[in-house]
C-alpha cells in the first residue's frame, strides 16, 4: 500500500510539471544602449530562441545608472522564466562594490543561466 501512494505520488508531481514553456513571449532586457555589443549579441542570439523555442523574444533596452535600471526591472520581475537579463561583469561583480546600497542583489535575487 504505501509503495502505491509513493507511485501516486511521484505521477502527480509529473504530471504538474509537464507544463508547456514558453506559453508567452519572453522579454530579454538588455541594461545598454541600443548598439553596444551587448545589444548587437542580444539581438543575434533572439531570434535562434525564438526559432528554437516556438515562441517571440522580445529585445528591450534600458540604459543608465551603469546598468542598475535594466537589472533592477528584472529583479523586481516575477521569477517565472519570461524576463532574462544580459548581464555581464558590471552588474554582477563591479556595481555592488561601487553603489551602495543596491535595489538589486545579484548573489540572491536570480539565478544564472548560460551555455
Do not use: W
Not at 511521484?10 to 522579454?27: E, H, S
Not at 552588474?91 to 551555455?115: E, G, S, V
Amino acid at each position: 500500500m504505501r509503495r502505491r501512494a509513493f507511485l501516486l505520488v511521484g505521477l502527480l508531481a509529473v504530471a504538474a510539471q509537464a507544463q508547456d514553456f514558453p506559453t508567452k513571449p519572453i522579454r530579454m532586457v538588455v541594461p545598454y544602449a541600443p548598439g553596444g555589443l551587448p545589444d548587437t549579441m542580444t539581438r543575434i542570439i533572439g531570434p535562434k530562441m525564438s526559432e528554437a523555442l516556438g515562441q517571440q523574444i522580445v529585445v528591450e533596452n534600458r540604459p543608465g545608472a551603469g546598468g542598475i535600471s535594466g537589472t533592477e526591472i528584472v529583479a523586481r520581475s516575477p521569477a517565472d522564466g519570461y524576463t532574462l537579463l544580459i548581464a555581464d561583469v558590471g552588474q554582477l561583480a563591479i556595481n555592488p562594490h561601487l553603489f551602495k546600497p543596491l535595489p538589486y542583489d545579484p548573489l540572491k535575487d536570480r539565478c544564472p543561466m548560460t551555455r
